[in-house]
């Protein structure tokens, strides 16, 4: 464990350090980054971030700077042994083998770090806050020790999570609170809710010593069948728009600091997707080749921009914008007037001309993950995504990105290809114009360690973490907020339970499909809910004859739009088969060099049957089996699906988008009163889905159940009936159509 002294500065920051010394001049205390014992411009924290920067990144040699241009892959702590990602200990020895402590440094986090001059680092998964304040006090002592003192920012996704979901590489809640995120927080209309939220995140974050979030994910939700639609704050420019502002404020700002709203309890927000994510074709997702195409057939490029432009990009408090933006894979089809259809990093119109030179962004942009290696000969892979790039070498995709505007690759901390495209460089543009622009980029990915005082103190006690972390306050806090969440759609009289009732809960099955990484997954039986969740509530019997009414815990449907066995298929929303009678006879987005014998994507005519078909089967069943008695559907929605196919056979929908069991139980035993409304339309059927425009919101015909009532956006009920209150006066009433 790493000894780290600090020396408290009356009137500025406290000044952390373990193997170099401190500065005392003028009564006040600066860390000797140097070693040098004078006081340099960016060692004095008087001086703003921005100058401070500015002085560093004119210090820094080209390798230096590629190494703050690099962003490290996926971290696992402990990286144990038959994890995702793989790593050694101690000269090639397993974790296990090793005897190395939790927090020890890997020997590929030491070589990245020191040979290969990493600084941003991203955590997937921490075991505990102990562990990972421990973590970081490692890799902070080892940067201490190399020339400039440049400290580790350590990044994550969103990781707040009240339910696990498949997309992405999300990672439920440890040793944090647990909250909605994406739709479930869009149910609340609540930019107040996620303003608060996005507090505690930080504070939470900072506890793990976390300075970067990447998020929040602001795309627009118009595409119902995205796999990570979840994901968003829904359709509504004008809801998602306030949410980005909001959670931005929260987040970076500083509390104790109204002047410029940056400090050492801010964390930066890396807002993605730029230029919107949301209208992939059919909604397939661009991790994939055979998702590469985000398509505009109803012209509407520009609304997906305004939860950037008019909301994370102009917030209210000293922060000013978003410190940085992370573009989509996809190609945004048709958009540059040149008629190029490149990757959005590799794209000059999307990142120069408009994100650069347009709309004036001066933060950070940060490629998304694995866009430069070589492409998979297999388009079902989850390989590189170098779209539009494939002929050009690593280097020279490196070099395009770099001279379009971008200044750091998610998930590259292989220094070589950085260099080789500055070589390159140097020979098409002359060693000055390199050189300057590499000190920009510089300067920009310094400015917000500088910002959040990580070069004065990045060091953390493991006990203040620990008390930090899921107190009591914020697991209270996340817990309401997952109350607020869970949407009402139908209720006939059979909500609220109260009593010590007996209640069947049927099992379920999720039948073998390809996961988020292309592999196989394989089949499952899941218990409907864990007993040990259901028993504060009521008694849980097998024997349906038995209870006095049965939930059914399910899913939205699980789909896939292509493998290398079918070809194009439909994602459905549907749990029974579907065949796409209504889709493009000829896809929008065409052109792929593993697809030229038959370059159109469309899968008209084509079958499809989600992986997750039986949960229509359990609600069918359970209602057979109860008879008159209740029966109240719970459904876990990761896209809006079609309700109409199990509605007549539930007394009671609820709808949530990740929440922990006890709180659909708390709303069904009368515990609290549902508050939240519809953040999506859940649609009629798969034909309005399939004759509906990717990038266009509220344009697919919402389902209008048996008592009349149609889920439309807005939509939801509490004990009395439908609501509409000031939230749907705001967002709902006043909709653009």
Not at 51 to 76: F, K, N, P, W
């Amino acid at each position: 464990m790493i000894n780290f002294k600090t020396k408290e500065n009356k009137n500025g920051p406290t000044i952390g350090y373990s193997k170099k010394g401190v500065i005392e001049k003028d009564g006040l205390y600066f860390k000797d980054s140097e070693g040098t014992g004078a006081l340099l411009p960016y060692e004095d924290w008087r001086l703003s971030p921005e100058e401070r920067a500015a002085d560093l990144a004119e210090r820094l040699s080209i390798e230096e700077i590629a190494g703050l241009m690099m962003y490290s892959a996926h971290q696992i702590v402990p990286a144990e042994t038959g994890g995702w990602f793989g790593a050694t200990y101690n000269g090639g020895k397993t974790f296990e083998e090793s005897g190395a402590a939790p927090s020890d440094l890997t020997d590929q986090q030491k070589k990245f770090l020191t040979t290969d001059h990493v600084r941003y680092v991203l955590a997937m998964v921490l075991k505990n806050g102990e562990i990972a304040a421990n973590w970081n006090n490692e890799m902070q002592a080892l940067c201490e020790e190399m020339p400039h003192a440049i400290p580790v920012n350590i990044s994550t996704d969103p990781r707040h999570g009240a339910g696990s979901a498949s997309a992405e590489f999300k990672t439920e809640a440890k040793d944090t609170s647990k909250w909605p995120l994406g739709l479930g927080l869009a149910a609340t209309f609540s930019p107040e809710l996620v303003k608060k939220f996005a507090r505690v995140a930080a504070t939470e974050y900072r506890a793990l010593g976390i300075t970067t979030e990447l998020g929040p994910q602001i795309d627009l939700g118009t595409e119902p069948r995205w796999m990570r639609v979840a994901d968003t704050w829904g359709q509504s420019s004008k809801l998602v728009t306030d949410y980005a502002k909001a959670y931005c404020e929260g987040l970076q700002t500083d509390p104790d600091n109204n002047k410029s709203g940056w400090g050492c309890k801010s964390v930066a927000a890396m807002v993605k997707h730029w230029p919107g994510g949301g209208p992939c074709e059919s909604g397939r997702d661009a991790h994939y080749g055979f998702g590469k195409f985000a398509v505009y057939p109803g012209n509407n490029f520009e609304e997906h921009l305004k939860p950037f432009l008019e909301g994370a990009f102009k917030l209210d408090g000293g922060t000013s914008k978003a410190s940085s933006v992370m573009p989509y894979y996809t190609i945004s089809n048709g958009i540059d007037p040149s008629g190029k259809n490149f990757g959005n990093s590799y794209s000059k119109y999307i990142i120069g001309d408009l994100l650069r030179e347009k709309y004036g962004f001066d933060g950070i942009i940060c490629t998304d993950w694995g866009i430069t290696a070589d492409p998979d000969n297999e388009l079902d892979s989850f390989g590189s995504r170098c779209y539009g790039t494939e002929n050009l070498s690593e280097a020279e995709r490196h070099l395009q990105i770099i001279e379009n505007g971008v200044d750091q690759f998610g998930g590259n901390n292989n220094i070589t290809p950085i260099l080789e495209a500055y070589r390159i460089g140097c020979e098409r543009h002359g060693e000055d114009l390199m050189k300057k622009r590499f000190k920009e980029s510089a300067a920009r990915l310094l400015v917000n360690s500088f910002r959040c005082g990580l070069f004065e103190n990045p060091y953390l006690d493991s006990n203040e973490s620990k008390a930090i972390l899921g107190c009591d306050e914020f697991v209270e806090e996340g817990f309401k907020a997952q109350l607020q969440s869970i949407v009402m759609v139908k209720n006939n009289g059979a909500l609220p339970v109260s009593g010590r009732k007996k209640v069947y809960i049927p099992d379920r099955h999720i039948d073998a499909h390809k996961g988020f990484m292309r592999f196989i997954e394989e089949a499952k039986d899941l218990k409907g809910a864990n007993p040990a969740d259901v028993e504060p509530f009521y008694d849980v019997t097998e024997n349906a004859d038995e209870a006095d009414f049965a939930i059914c815990f399910i899913e939205s449907p699980i789909s896939d739009g292509y493998t290398k066995e079918t070809g194009y298929r439909p994602v459905t929303l549907q749990y029974r088969e579907y065949t796409a009678t209504a889709a493009r006879a000829e896809s929008i987005g065409q052109g792929d060099f593993r697809e030229k014998d038959n370059p159109n994507r469309s899968y008209l005519g084509k079958t499809n049957k989600p992986a997750n078909s039986s949960d229509l089967d359990i609600v069918i069943d359970t209602k057979n089996k109860m008879g008159n008695k209740p029966v109240i559907v719970v459904i876990r929605m990761n896209n809006p699906c079609m309700v109409s196919e199990f509605e007549e056979y539930a007394d009671a929908i609820l709808v949530n988008f990740g929440v922990e069991t006890k709180a659909a139980l708390t709303i069904i035993s009368g515990g609290y009163e549902p508050s939240a409304m519809l953040p999506v339309q859940l649609p009629k059927n798969m034909e309005t889905i399939e004759k509906h425009h990717e990038d266009t919101p509220f344009d697919y015909e919402p389902y209008v159940d048996s008592e009349g009532n149609s889920y439309d956006f807005g939509f939801g009920l509490n004990w009395s009936g439908t609501i509409k209150d000031e939230r749907y006066d705001k967002y709902v009433a006043s909709r653009s159509m």
